[in-house]
């Protein structure tokens, strides 16, 4: 069977770096951001990429074909305010794809975990879609999970999330015409979670407190995806 090139996103934090690792195990080469699919003359198969959600044209050709996108990365080296930005990822290339897949998790945790998100990557999410007008970074991460989960959600062929994730791989394999070996799956979802960071902890009431109509808009976004606050 044919393998696509397949391309997961969605908001950072949901996860990329695990199921980038959970998909290797299983014997696809799916790249963690912006590296790949063609990394030092090696052809990978695909990416896990939060960001890769706002940068994505449709319909391209490549190759006498036309694919299902296209991803155009920019250079992260500087970013988007013209302050170095070392942590940030660098992948100045352009990566084709024949299948986007949304992959969600829960907006508390998320949320939560956005408020280490580096400088560079908060310059990226507001030259996409504006949240530095937003002073309190709870507020600038409750929009930020919103609007990305929405976009990606428009954009992609198949949304699941990462809390389902053991009970979806069998599909998404099927998608992306990977064989499924169970007992590898098992294994690699089994493993301590890759990048199981440090952050604080942010509840609804913090955010309800905050800002009450952003609340129920994040409610409702939440309740879209079967998450509930």
């Given at each position: 069977?044919m393998?696509?090139?397949a391309l ?6 949901s996860g990329t770096t ?8 299983l ?5 963690h951001?912006g590296?790949g ?5 090696r052809?990978g198969?695909?990416i896990a990429?939060?960001?890769c959600?706002?940068l994505?044209?449709p ?5 006498g074909?036309v ?6 990365f ?5 970013s988007?305010?013209?302050e170095?930005?070392?942590?940030g990822p660098?992948?100045p290339?352009?990566a ?5 897949l949304h ?10 975990s956005?408020l280490t998100l ?5 310059d990226?999410?507001?030259n996409?879609i504006g949240?530095?007008h ?7 991460a409750t929009r930020y999970w919103?609007?990305?989960?929405n ?7 198949y ?7 053991g ?5 998404i394999c099927?998608m992306i ?20 960071r440090k952050?604080p ?8 407190s ?9 409610e ?10």
């Amino acid at each position: 069977m044919m393998r696509k090139r397949a391309l997961i996103t969605g908001s950072g934090r949901s996860g990329t770096t695990f199921i980038s690792t959970v998909m290797n195990a299983l014997g696809y080469d799916m790249r963690h951001e912006g590296h790949g699919p063609v990394v030092e003359g090696r052809q990978g198969e695909g990416i896990a990429c939060w960001y890769c959600c706002m940068l994505l044209e449709p319909n391209v050709a490549h190759n006498g074909n036309v694919t299902r996108c296209v991803c155009r990365f920019p250079d992260f080296k500087i970013s988007y305010r013209g302050e170095p930005d070392t942590k940030g990822p660098v992948a100045p290339i352009n990566a084709y794809f024949d299948l986007v897949l949304h992959q969600m998790r829960s907006p508390l945790d998320v949320i939560g975990s956005l408020l280490t998100l580096t400088r560079g990557s908060w310059d990226f999410v507001d030259n996409k879609i504006g949240i530095y007008h937003l002073d309190d970074p709870v507020l600038r991460a409750t929009r930020y999970w919103i609007e990305w989960n929405n976009h990606a959600a428009e954009i992609a062929d198949y949304s699941y999330r990462l809390e389902d994730i053991g009970g979806e791989l069998p599909a998404i394999c099927d998608m992306i015409g990977l064989e499924y070996d169970e007992a590898i799956a098992r294994d690699s979802l089994n493993n301590p979670r890759v990048n199981a960071r440090k952050h604080p902890s942010v509840t609804a009431v913090d955010i309800k407190s905050r800002d009450a109509h952003l609340f129920r808009q994040l409610e409702e976004t939440a309740a879209s995806f079967g998450y509930r606050l």
